[in-house]
């Protein structure tokens, strides 16, 4: 890369080492990428055997490559801006949470206690569902009352439809 880069857009002449200003402030890949495509004049091609060697794409390496140098473009306004280095922004605090156990080596007793109040409660809730599911098997099987469970109950016949094995047996008796 020459050392005097000159804008096709504003025709205005670059320094390398102004437009170097925001090296620093670039993530690695895209450094790296920069200074290999951009300054040390590496193909696309090269510069991937030596970032991504197991990659069959250069595109990640153009891309690092492209969003570096767009990232050096706007360190290298706010320089001639005045306003280069950026003020440091402050870390955020990582505040350290104490990771807590899932099972509690002793209960607390009152925590104890409702534990074992809700577990009495689920118990008969289990007991009445069982129950019931009993009371619905017998109505299903026909088994209560004293019928025989092994054969179901007879189905009625609809309302309004003549009995023909009634009127069979009349023909019979009759005839």
């Not at 990659?55 to 140098?69: F, I």
């Not at 922004?89 to 925590?111: D, G």
Request: with cysteine; proline share 10%; aromatic share 4%.
């Amino acid at each position: 890369m020459p050392d005097i880069i000159t804008d096709e857009v504003t025709g205005e002449d670059i320094y390398l080492g102004d437009l170097m200003v925001g090296i620093d402030s670039l993530p690695p890949r895209q450094r790296q990428a920069f200074l290999l495509i951009c300054v040390n004049g590496y193909t696309e091609t090269a510069a991937r055997d030596e970032l991504l060697p197991n990659s069959k794409s250069s595109t990640p390496v153009q891309q690092y490559a492209d969003s570096g140098l767009v990232r050096m473009v706007e360190a290298y306004d706010l320089k001639q801006a005045g306003h280069w280095p950026p003020p440091e922004q402050p870390k955020p605090i990582k505040r350290k949470t104490k990771r807590r156990s899932t099972v509690m080596a002793a209960l607390h007793p009152l925590l104890r206690k409702h534990l074992e109040d809700a577990k009495k409660d689920i118990m008969a809730q289990i007991d009445a569902l069982k129950t019931a599911a009993a009371q619905v098997d017998l109505m299903l099987t026909g088994a209560e009352g004293g019928k025989n469970p092994t054969q179901p109950a007879p189905m009625p016949k609809p309302e309004g439809k003549p009995d023909l094995d009634a009127m069979a047996r009349e023909l019979a008796a009759t005839g």
